[in-house]
């Protein structure tokens, strides 16, 4: 019976180490520092003399991630051979001794290093096969035993929890510096805005109001004139700014949606801009997902935006339709146009970046982003924005256009074939 009480206690004391193991493993985010972690957990825990950890990675292969043998970290095997292959496709651990010669554990072993024993676990959750953790040679010289076994698997289980958390920290990281430098850009974008428009429109003023003080005395019917004059540079200035406002915070978008956000954002560039903007918004019928209504509207403010700095346009057309499973959103313009691969060659070099913005955006929304551009032939900006199921109507046949992308809608698609005054039909790339 003392045999038999003495190995309880063994596994007991080894199963309260895997749980305060786990706790550690819990609170390492850094991915790296966390498989080391795992390994030296599980070297230690089984009081053995090495080991490797082994991440899957995808389509069919296993990587040595981690190692007490540094020649062998960064190797690759397939992931259906050798013990560790076995082990990941089987989803089952294995327990190996030297006698038994068994010919799948050749792969991973290291030249002139002598395996007595090894036993190999699946890393994995309910839903997820992440890789295999080989331990290798008790200390001891005895085999690993079936308790062995069972301490290792439920190591494993928490090293995989822990993984598949940290991996998630990570990209939570990452959305949140990408949202970061995309607010830091937009701050930016706002101070040259407010810059090159009001803030030089009020520097103007104050000095027609030096010149117009000058003038009362001196020419009283020429400083009334100017003072007209003033007055409207004032009142546009002024517009500059409410317009400014009104896209940082459009109150509209999150009250009434995105179409009435769209026709007052439209009202306001067509009067300050002068530029002739046409706006069509077809069978959007409901609100959108708040997310895709705020990252729509970004992208056509972005859009029109760089159509009003660079393409010297006379009108630019903006065309929403929401279809079955999707929304379209194009902006098209019949401006100087540009060659679209030499600009996206050299967006890090760009003080723009406004291609880059919407294209990010977009991505935000797993859309599809494309851009048409020639010199002197204009630009098409559009996106095709998959809408979840919950948010999408029952499938109706769509008119087709012969000819042009059948994922476009027929107001989109008739941009191609539709001649403007001194520009020609802006064609669609095969």
């Known amino acids: 019976m003392i045999p038999d009480v003495h190995d309880l206690q ?11 193991i786990a706790q550690e493993l819990m609170s390492e985010f850094d991915h790296m520092r966390l498989l080391h972690k795992i390994l030296q957990a599980a070297v230690q825990v089984l009081d053995a003399e090495t080991g490797s950890l082994l991440i899957w990675v995808p389509p069919d292969h296993l990587e040595f991630a981690v190692s007490d043998e540094m020649r062998i970290v960064g190797q690759r095997i397939a992931a259906d051979q050798g013990i560790a292959g076995w082990v990941f496709n089987h989803e089952q651990p294995l327990m190996v001794s030297e006698h038994d010669r068994d010919q799948r554990w050749y792969r991973e072993m290291v030249s002139g290093f002598h395996t007595r024993s090894l036993i190999a676990v699946p890393l994995m959750t309910a839903s997820e096969r992440i890789g295999v953790i080989e331990v290798l040679n008790k200390r001891s010289g005895e085999s690993f035993s079936e308790q062995d076994q069972d301490v290792l698997t439920a190591l494993s289980a928490q090293a995989a ?7 998630l920290y990570q990209e939570l990281e990452n959305e949140k510096n990408r949202l970061i430098a995309i607010q830091d850009q937009t701050h930016r974008k706002l101070a040259r805005d407010l810059h090159d428009g009001p803030a030089q429109s009020l520097a103007s003023i104050m000095m027609d109001i030096e010149v117009i003080d000058r003038l009362i005395e001196e020419e009283p019917e020429r400083a009334s004139r100017e003072l007209i004059q003033l007055r409207e540079k004032a009142r546009h200035t002024l517009d500059q700014v409410r317009t400014t406002m009104f896209v940082l915070r459009p109150v509209v978008l999150e009250t009434q949606g995105l179409e009435a956000a769209l026709r007052a954002y439209v009202e306001r560039i067509r009067g300050i801009e002068g530029l002739n903007v046409h706006l069509e918004v077809r069978a959007l019928f409901e609100r959108l997902p708040a997310r895709v209504e705020e990252v729509c509207f970004a992208i056509v403010h972005e859009a029109v935006g760089n159509v009003i700095k660079h393409a010297r346009a006379q009108n630019v057309w903006i065309v929403v339709e929401r279809r079955d499973t999707d929304l379209v959103l194009a902006v098209r313009d019949d401006g100087d146009g540009f060659d679209v691969a030499q600009t996206q060659v050299g967006y890090d070099l760009s003080a723009s970046l406004g291609m880059l913005n919407m294209k990010e955006r977009a991505e935000m929304l797993n859309a599809r982003y494309v851009v048409q551009s020639k010199p002197g032939r204009g630009t098409l900006i559009y996106l ?14 769509a008119a087709r256009t012969a000819g042009l992308p059948a994922s476009l809608p027929a107001t989109v698609r008739s941009f191609a074939g539709r001649r403007r005054k001194g520009t020609g039909p802006l064609r669609w790339a095969r």
């Open 10 to 20: 063994k596994r007991i004391a080894a199963l309260v180490a895997v749980q305060d």
């Open 161 to 167: 929890t822990a993984i598949v958390n940290a991996r």
């Open 384 to 397: 095709i924005i998959p809408l979840s199921e919950s948010v999408a109507r029952p499938r109706t046949e």
